[in-house]
């Protein structure tokens, strides 16, 4: 079992940076998958960093600004040049095997 903890939100100006973490209870170095994902109110969850293995994957509009990072028990997103737009919760997720396990997420607010 692996619990995740997500912090580093807070309240930014536009055009700032913020650095969101993600602590393993264990060790995740066998994730196949280690995501970031982001939810406003009444939207679907989206998918915002991923990696596949050692591939990554960003969401197109946070491509050039945001960053993600990993080690053996913590992942990482490096968000720079916030936008208004990207206000919302940001979950941590991690699949290991067959299991998949979620943070509770970090606010995240961008003012204009």
């Known amino acids: 079992q692996v619990q995740l903890v997500e912090s580093g939100g807070g309240l930014v100006q536009a055009g700032g940076s913020l650095r969101l973490s993600c602590a393993a209870s264990?060790?995740?170095?066998?994730?196949?998958?280690m995501a970031w994902y982001r939810q406003a109110p009444g939207k679907q969850r989206e998918l915002v960093a991923r990696y596949f293995y050692d591939d990554i994957f960003y969401k197109d509009s946070v491509e050039g600004r945001f960053t993600t990072a990993r080690d053996n028990t913590d992942v990482y997103l490096q968000m720079n040049y916030l936008r208004p737009e990207d206000t919302t919760v940001y979950y941590c997720?991690?699949?290991?095997?067959?299991?998949?396990?979620w943070g509770q997420g970090t606010q995240v607010t961008v003012s204009s």
């Open positions: 264990g060790s995740i170095f066998s994730a196949s998958i």
């Open positions: 997720n991690v699949i290991i095997r067959t299991n998949e396990y």
